[in-house]
């Protein structure tokens, strides 16, 4: 019995239909191969957000800036350049700066994979700050204070000549003008490409302090993550108070190097400011946040001597 074409809704099928479509015919809906390295999920724009590194969380960046660069959701601290802590720390328009034009030399003509010149100018593009340290007089609460701030973006916050030099005119300034003093510090101790001369700063700027509070004048270190080496050894733990952020790493050489030479195993929390407050070194730990406010009420009470012989 011949195969009779069937008929549905008025159309006639043949055979034909079944068979493909002629190969020259384009298709309805032409596909782009994607290229490689793409993927489907939306790119984030650079410079808008910044993972934790704790908790590893994304934060918008403007919310970070607000809570002074604090993880809102761990409280990690992260480091914050000189300049933005003079703004959160004194009053607005009252910080005057100091020896603001005193820049490094290569005295020793040192030379590695790249010379002591190029790193320091390197770093001056980098930061725009001459060196490690600004320092200067402004007001925190109703009080003047002579006021040092490090900052560990140039070149780990090393200590130099001119770094030594800087805190230790600024804690004069203080001293002949019957000011508070308060360094802040963060920095991977003396600065090596100046040899002997970068240790003797910590000599230098010792005796300032001594002298400072030989004359009855407070002296407040401060201690953020990481303070070390030769600048822990000598200014920095020096203070009548001494203050530190939350998890600061805090101490002279590395745990390794101590673990290697004492040949012991290490304490739990070895080297932060917890384990330090607890052994008696660190006065007291305070979030970014409440430091202003706790340095005020710190000041009221250490000056009340000198409001007294002022008035």
């Known amino acids: 019995m011949a195969n009779k074409p069937k008929k549905t809704l008025g159309l006639e099928i043949g055979e034909a239909a079944v068979t493909p479509p002629p190969a020259e015919l384009e298709p309805a809906i032409e596909k782009k191969p994607l290229n490689p390295g793409t993927t489907r999920k939306r790119d984030i724009p650079q410079g808008l957000w910044t993972k934790c590194p704790k908790c590893e969380e994304m934060i918008f960046d403007k919310e970070l800036e607000e809570n002074l660069k604090v993880c809102p959701q761990c409280t990690h601290h992260f480091p914050i350049t000189a300049w933005k ?5 004194t009053e607005p328009d009252s910080f005057e700066e100091a020896d603001a034009n005193m820049i490094s030399v290569d005295t020793l003509e040192f030379t590695g994979t790249a010379t002591y010149a190029d790193k320091l100018e390197k770093h001056r593009k980098k930061t725009g700050l001459k060196d490690a340290i600004i320092t200067g007089t402004g007001r925190i609460g109703k009080h003047e ?19 030594g030099e800087k805190i230790t005119r600024i804690i004069e300034v ?6 508070p003093a308060i360094l802040i510090s963060s920095s991977g101790g003396a600065r090596m490409y100046e040899g002997m001369f970068s240790l003797m700063q910590m000599a230098k700027t010792s005796a300032a302090v001594a002298y400072h509070g ?17 600048v822990m050894a000598s200014y920095a733990s020096l203070g009548d108070l001494i203050l530190s952020e939350p998890k600061a790493m ?11 030479t004492t040949q012991s195993e290490l304490p739990e929390g070895f ?8 052994r008696g070194l660190i006065d007291a730990i305070i979030p970014r946040a409440k430091l202003k406010f706790r340095l005020a ?3 009221d009470y250490l000056c009340l001597n000198l409001d007294e012989k002022s008035a």
């Open 297 to 299: 009420e710190y000041l």
């Open 214 to 230: 030989r004359r009855g004048l407070p002296y407040i270190s401060v201690l953020t993550h990481p303070t070390t080496a030769g």
């Open 271 to 278: 080297q932060t400011a917890e384990f330090l407050m607890e």
């Open 85 to 89: 802590r003079i703004k959160d720390l």
């Open 250 to 260: 805090i101490g002279f050489a590395g745990p390794r190097v101590i673990k290697d």
């Open 174 to 179: 203080a001293t002949e003008r019957r000011l």
């Open 145 to 163: 204070v002579g006021l040092g701030v490090m900052d560990f973006e140039f070149l780990g916050g090393s200590m130099g000549s001119v770094v």
